[in-house]
């Protein structure tokens, strides 16, 4: 797996790396070709493809300050349980 390392390295290039924009348009992919049963790369398809990840999209960036906010809130406890 030498795929590994470059995806664990963190002086790859950030393309490099599997983030939420690849998380994102398979998602999106999977359930258009659920739904229609065809590709969004037929025309068709294309508007549901782009309507389904443009919904992904705005609700991963609405939850962004919510995920921070809680990592703050549980700072403090984490401080107190320790390293694992």
């Not at 939420?20 to 999977?30: D, E, K, N, Q, Y």
């Not at 809680?70 to 349980?81: C, N, R, S």
């Amino acid at each position: 797996m030498a795929w590994m390392s470059v995806v664990n390295d963190t002086r790859a290039p950030a393309c490099w790396r599997p983030t939420g924009p690849v998380i994102l348009i398979t998602i999106a992919w999977v359930s258009v070709v659920i739904a229609t049963g065809g590709t969004p790369l037929l025309e068709a398809n294309r508007a549901r493809f782009v309507a389904v990840y443009a919904g992904l999209w705005v609700s991963s960036h609405f939850m962004r300050p919510i995920r921070l906010s809680l990592a703050i809130a549980a700072a403090p406890t984490m401080d107190k349980v320790g390293p694992v």
